[in-house]
């Protein structure tokens, strides 16, 4: 069982960053898929960005260049760095892992809010 707990969220202005950072509680941090995905008011749950236990990583096209996913596999933890952030970025950040066997986890959330 793992257990994820996300932080980092907050109000933040156009062209602010944000750092999200979440911490996995039980064992073998190191072989699961790591991912942020994010949900805005009344749309559905998207994927932002992904990373393998080898550190490759996926974006998608909206946050490519801007955002940045990472893993520490010693401390079981994954960030997503937040870069030029958009009003469109708004949204409930969500922290997900999933093992070889396909089991899935899933954050609380943490809300990002990009706004003057």
């Known amino acids: 069982q793992v257990q994820l707990v996300e932080s980092g969220g907050g109000l933040v202005q156009p062209g602010g960053s944000l750092n999200l950072s979440c911490v996995a509680s039980?064992?073998?941090?190191?072989?699961?898929?790591m991912a942020w995905y994010r949900q805005a008011p009344g749309k559905q749950r998207d994927l932002v960005a992904r990373i393998t236990p080898t550190g490759r990583t996926n974006y998608a096209d909206s946050v490519k260049g801007r955002f940045t996913i990472s893993r520490d596999n010693a401390k079981s933890m994954a960030s997503l760095q937040m870069n030029s952030l958009k009003p469109e970025d708004t949204a409930v950040y969500y922290c997900?892992?999933?093992?070889?066997?396909?089991?899935?986890?899933w954050g609380q959330g943490t809300q990002v809010t990009v706004s003057s």
């Open positions: 997900y892992a999933v093992g070889a066997l396909g089991n899935e986890y």
């Open positions: 039980g064992r073998f941090f190191g072989i699961y898929n």
